[in-house]
């Protein structure tokens, strides 16, 4: 796809989106809605681990809402996708964040790139393509003339949340972000946490909140607790948060009955980590790792879970209460 015409997709799906969404949403929490093209690059995880700055030019897009008119300078949240791109569960999160007085800004990593979903097909694109989104996102709001640009926070669902997860990582701030803001928080939901990345211990000194269900089938929550006692000894301030008996998207309403993926790919039984020339491998095996690894999965489940849901909310409000300053 050339410049030009994911430029058009990008364009089209999010004013589609827009349309939606804001019929959905409920109009009183947002005064303002503008739809932003983010000038981004295509990298596999081997290039952008070494730092590889020149992939295949791209535009995606991205959907900010301003929750009230003026020349106010407003804190910002952005929003990254899972797997199955902007999923409804994901856009029910923008109102709870909107009545907060934040802005939203909402980016999808997959239309401008032709791929609706890569639940089935995690190689379609590598994991680390939206911590490089992200960047790009940061940058934008950071010059935006309603956006404070030290409040800005990340909050991310399964691969988007192991996107505002590692985005948080000093190494690849210093290979991938070209501006000076930094987020003030980083909020993921049941990110993937399976590799070990190289120095992945040196993250920002800001509030990272973990939220995981025990019952998560997709991913690793071993992984997970096994990363933040990673951090916490080297100082950080991370916490981890798990809800007894919840289930992968456990804030997803519309999943009432559980629903079982059978030809979704999980890594939850995969030990990966980063050696030299940015190749990541299986520990056990110490081969390169692709997606036909032997330790690679399918057929998890996604489910909802109100008990987890209400307090995640409840806890997001209160870390993006203090993080961002909102009182």
Same mark, same amino acid.
Do not use: W
């Given at each position: 796809m050339d410049l030009k015409s994911a430029k058009l997709t990008a364009?089209? &799906?999010?004013?589609?989106?827009?349309?939606?969404?804001?019929?959905?949403?409920?109009?009183?929490?947002?005064? #303002?809605?503008?739809?932003?093209?983010i000038k981004?690059?295509?990298?596999?995880?081997?290039?952008?681990?070494?730092?590889?700055?020149?992939?295949?030019?791209?535009?995606?897009?991205?959907?900010?809402?301003?929750? $009230?008119?003026?020349?106010? $300078?407003?804190?910002?949240?952005?929003?990254?996708?899972?797997s199955s791109g902007i999923a409804a569960y994901v856009n029910d999160w923008v109102p709870v964040l909107s009545s907060l007085g934040t802005a939203t800004f909402l980016v999808d990593?997959? &239309?401008?790139?032709?791929?609706?979903?890569?639940?089935?097909?995690?190689?379609?694109?590598g994991r680390l393509v939206q911590v490089f989104d992200s960047y790009r996102a940061l940058e934008l709001?950071?010059?935006?003339?309603?956006?404070?640009?030290?409040r800005i926070?990340?909050?991310?669902?399964?691969?988007?949340?192991?996107?505002?997860?590692?985005?948080?990582?000093? #190494?690849?701030?210093?290979?991938?972000?070209?501006?000076?803001?930094?987020? &003030?928080a980083s909020i993921p939901f049941y990110p993937e946490c399976d590799t070990a990345f190289i120095d992945d211990e040196n993250v920002n000194d800001i509030p990272i909140r973990i939220f995981h269900g025990v019952a998560d089938d997709y991913v690793s929550l071993p $992984?997970? #607790?096994?990363?933040?006692?990673?951090?916490?000894?080297?100082?950080?301030?991370?916490?981890?948060?798990?809800?007894?008996?919840?289930?992968?998207v456990f804030d997803g309403v519309q999943f009432k009955t559980a629903l079982k993926l059978p030809d979704a790919q999980?890594?939850?039984?995969? #030990?990966?980590?980063?050696? &030299?020339d940015g190749i990541v491998v299986n520990s056990q095996t110490k081969q390169h790792f692709t997606y036909s690894d032997p330790c690679v999965e399918r057929g998890p489940t996604v489910?909802?879970?109100?008990?987890?849901?209400?307090?995640?909310?409840?806890a997001v409000k209160e870390i993006l209460n203090a993080s961002l300053k909102l009182n």
């Open positions: 364009v089209v &799906a999010f004013a589609a989106l827009s349309q939606t969404f804001f019929s959905s949403t409920g109009v009183a929490q947002t005064a #303002r809605v503008e739809l932003h093209p981004t690059i295509t990298l596999t995880d081997q290039q952008f681990l070494n730092g590889i700055k020149n992939g295949p030019e791209v535009i995606i897009g991205g959907e900010l809402r301003l929750p $009230r008119l003026g020349n106010e $300078r407003l804190p910002a949240v952005v929003l990254l996708h899972g990593s997959f &239309a401008g790139r032709g791929i609706t979903s890569v639940g089935n097909d995690q190689g379609q694109l709001l950071a010059t935006h003339p309603r956006i404070d640009a030290s926070a990340a909050m991310g669902f399964s691969r988007g949340g192991q996107g505002v997860l590692y985005a948080t990582m000093k #190494r690849f701030q210093k290979m991938h972000s070209t501006g000076s803001a930094v987020f &003030a $992984r997970c #607790r096994s990363y933040v006692e990673r951090l916490r000894k080297a100082g950080k301030d991370v916490e981890l948060t798990e809800y007894p008996g919840a289930q992968h999980t890594t939850r039984n995969c #030990r990966l980590e980063e050696v &030299a489910a909802y879970d109100e008990q987890a849901h209400k307090a995640s909310i409840q």
